[in-house]
């Protein structure tokens, strides 16, 4: 019995060692998946990637080194999908991601390792815009882009001011299952 | 002792009316403190530099930077849109002044000499374990414009030229 105990014991704390309290609580919060959208790439939509798809996280073996989602425009939270996203880090590499139907991109950790601060500019349509502040540590854009506009958040990517001006319909992009 | 006055002398700074009571009461402790006025520039500086949301924008962070490209004061305001408020540049002021106000007494007492005595200059030369890496090397811009503020004069042009750095230019767009 005394031997179990240990055994129960020492289980429990390499468990309890191995954990990040601080990131645990934060992808607590984030609640459960929606039932309609498989684990994949359209998942969780405007919600910080890196929490679980970073080394150590519950999706550890899908790494990221950026990702987040894309949305139509600052007042609307329809995801907008095939919108090219350049990264370029303070070494000068740059690399291209594209977003799914559900807004969503990500650059994997093996195909993208960068060295901080990155920029990003976002195209679409004919649209260019530059992300006005760099990326100095964390990789998800949702830390600082959540809805709504806050005193520490920015609100949620877009692509344009002024969505008149995009030529794609303002109508929400069928996700059909696949990305 | 010190610090808990510190503390409040930042926190009288954050409070509407007039932010010179703080001044008085650093004053009163004999601690020194390098100049508020024109420290907009530096603060623009840092704000680009170490201010982001994803640093030292966040309200968890105990040096906490204020600015428009930033972690707004204002409970009404956002990350978005308006320029850095004058009530920012002072909260900002307060945050990097008490961090080590002891620290800060000498490095001013001796004209900006050895500034890093500071975490803050330590940090981000890199010298000392920091999250968002190594920001500066001495005598570069960030450098000159954190030290000429330390040292009584700020260079503002410096200062300015940090703060509207032009972001690289991607290729092929």
Redesign the interface.
């Known amino acids: 019995v005394r031997r179990c105990y240990h055994a129960i014991v020492a289980v429990a704390f390499a468990t309890a060692a191995c954990g990040d309290p601080v990131r645990d609580a934060a992808v607590e919060a984030l609640g459960p998946e929606d039932p309609a959208v498989r684990p994949g790439p359209l998942h969780r939509p405007g919600q910080p990637c890196l929490l679980c798809h970073v080394a150590g996280g519950t999706a550890g073996e899908r790494r990221y080194s950026v990702a987040g989602t894309v949305y139509r425009d600052p007042d609307s939270t329809m995801p907008l999908a095939d919108v090219e996203v350049w990264v370029i880090d303070s070494r000068g590499r740059q690399v291209q991601a594209r977003s799914n139907c559900a807004g969503n991109f990500y650059l994997r950790s093996s195909q993208f390792l960068p060295v901080f601060p990155l920029w990003v500019t976002l195209r679409h349509a004919g649209q260019v815009i530059d992300m006005e502040s760099p990326m100095r540590a964390d990789g998800s854009c949702a830390t600082c882009h959540t809805d709504p506009r806050a005193p520490s958040s920015a609100g949620h990517v877009y692509v344009t001011d002024d969505p008149m001006s995009l030529r794609t319909p303002a109508m929400p992009t069928p996700c059909g299952g696949t990305p | 002792v010190r610090r808990a006055l510190w503390l409040a002398c930042a926190c009288l700074a954050c409070a509407p009316g007039d932010p010179t009571g703080a001044a008085g009461a650093f004053d009163e402790a004999g601690l020194r403190a390098p100049p508020r006025p024109g420290f907009e520039p530096v603060a623009d500086a840092l704000q ?1 530099t ?1 201010g ?4 030292h ?3 968890a962070r105990n040096l906490r930077l204020y600015g428009g ?7 009404d ?5 308006r320029p850095t408020t004058r009530a920012e540049y002072e909260a900002t002021y307060w945050s990097i002044v008490g961090l080590e106000p002891e620290v800060m007494t000498a490095v001013v007492g001796d004209g900006g000499e050895k500034p890093e005595r500071l975490s803050l200059v330590r940090k981000g030369r890199g010298l000392d374990d920091h ?3 190594r920001l500066s090397k001495p005598d570069d811009g960030y450098d000159r414009c954190l030290r000429s503020w330390l040292a009584g004069a700020i260079d503002e042009s410096t200062c300015r030229g940090v703060a509207d750095a032009l ?2 230019v ?2 092929g ?1």
Do not use: H, I, Y
């Open positions: 680009v170490c982001t949301l994803d640093c924008g966040r309200s490209r930033g972690l707004r004061l204002d409970p305001d956002n990350s978005a849109e999250k968002g890496g972001r690289p991607v290729r767009l």
